[in-house]
């Protein structure tokens, strides 16, 4: 809105020609995000401790957590007010690649809602069954592939698959785009959820992930930088930076309830919806693949459940102590806030490897 209001004035005032630019704008959304986060955050809180929203957890779970029982949840719809406001406010939005991001991103959380929503009023750690999320999910993520078909073919966005470390490595799919997609935003979404099992682990993940696929969006939708760093480009996409700039800054206000202790949870309503969000960009810039690079944290502990469960069915052993992969570390002893700071730091050098791959081709 700030874009369409302000920026038609840069031919009467020269200072009004910033809002052209999509940094300016994103450092903007960053702000606003964060802003918005910092005023609403203890009101919000208060409000879910007045309507007694609070976290079920899980018997199978640490016996430790069960201190954190009571906790308000359903914080993640704090996230995604910070995280769609601060967009509308400073995005280009003529461009339908940020209504795509925005709509996916409220879908999924929709599915986050409704399955917290029914835990709150079963008042047990049960919602949607695993069988009705993943359709729902599944659903969704097909509606967005069609959605990305559909665009207008100035976008470029094709049903192709560009791998990384290789020069013009771009396969053309065909109709396996629409189940890639699926696969693509279904396994980020729950990766994200499975992370969100300690006091800011999830959320400070997000933030990595979400400021690296900021880059990405804008060189994607930059013609001389991707040509050079030999990317696939897509016409509008760096306008999708200034959406992932919002979903920093509101990450980074979420964070500072979310810190261990944590005074509340995102819930499903925002782990889902974020994991939601970040597939969505990396579908969006044609970042498929690298996202296995960016979100190595979110995939990390996808996998020691995949692996655990496999194991036990197979079996009857388990790999690990407990899955997700952070459980097994705290019954190995270590402490909560190391387990965070440890990840956070894995997440860190996950994202600077994926960055390696715009040189390394």
Not at 202 to 221: E, V
């Amino acid at each position: 809105m700030l874009y369409h209001l302000l920026y038609p004035l840069h031919e009467q005032f020269a200072v009004f020609n910033v809002f052209r630019y999509i940094t300016f704008r994103a450092a903007g959304a960053v702000v606003t995000a964060v802003f918005l986060s910092l005023v609403l955050g203890p009101w919000f809180v208060r409000s879910l401790r007045r309507l007694s929203i609070g976290q079920n957890i899980r018997d199978v779970g640490p016996e430790s957590h069960q201190v954190k029982a009571g906790t308000p949840t359903m914080g993640g719809l704090l996230i995604l007010l910070s995280l769609l406001l601060p967009t509308l406010l400073w995005a280009n939005l003529t461009n339908p690649l940020i209504w795509l991001a925005m709509l996916l991103t409220l879908a999924f959380g929709a599915i986050g809602f409704a399955d917290d929503w029914l835990k709150i009023r079963r008042r047990r750690n049960l919602g949607l069954t695993a069988r009705t999320k993943f359709l729902l999910q599944a659903l969704v993520a097909a509606a967005a592939a069609s959605a990305v078909l559909g665009l207008p073919e100035i976008h470029g966005l094709e049903p192709t698959v560009a791998l990384p470390f290789f020069k013009r490595a771009i396969f053309n799919i065909g109709w396996l785009y629409v189940p890639f997609v699926v696969v693509v935003l279904v396994g980020s979404s729950n990766a994200v959820n499975l992370t969100d099992g300690l006091d800011g682990l999830a959320i400070g993940a997000t933030i990595i992930a979400a400021a690296t696929y900021g880059i990405f969006t804008y060189i994607a939708g930059n013609a001389v930088v991707a040509g050079y760093l030999q990317v696939p480009f897509v016409r509008g996409v760096g306008e999708v930076a200034i959406f992932c700039s919002a979903l920093v800054g509101a990450s980074l206000g979420f964070l500072w309830f979310n810190a261990h202790p944590a005074e509340v949870f995102m819930g499903d309503v925002g782990s889902l919806a974020i994991g939601g969000a970040i597939g969505t960009v990396a579908v969006l810039s044609k970042q498929e693949i690298v996202l296995l690079l960016v979100g190595g944290l979110f995939v990390l502990e996808a996998m020691s459940v995949i692996i655990q469960v496999t194991s036990f069915k197979l079996t009857g052993r388990r790999v690990f102590r407990m899955a997700p992969l952070h459980h097994h570390f705290e019954l190995a002893g270590w402490s909560e806030p190391k387990i965070i700071v440890r990840f956070w730091i894995m997440a860190i050098l996950c994202s600077l490897l994926s960055l390696s791959t715009l040189k390394l081709r």
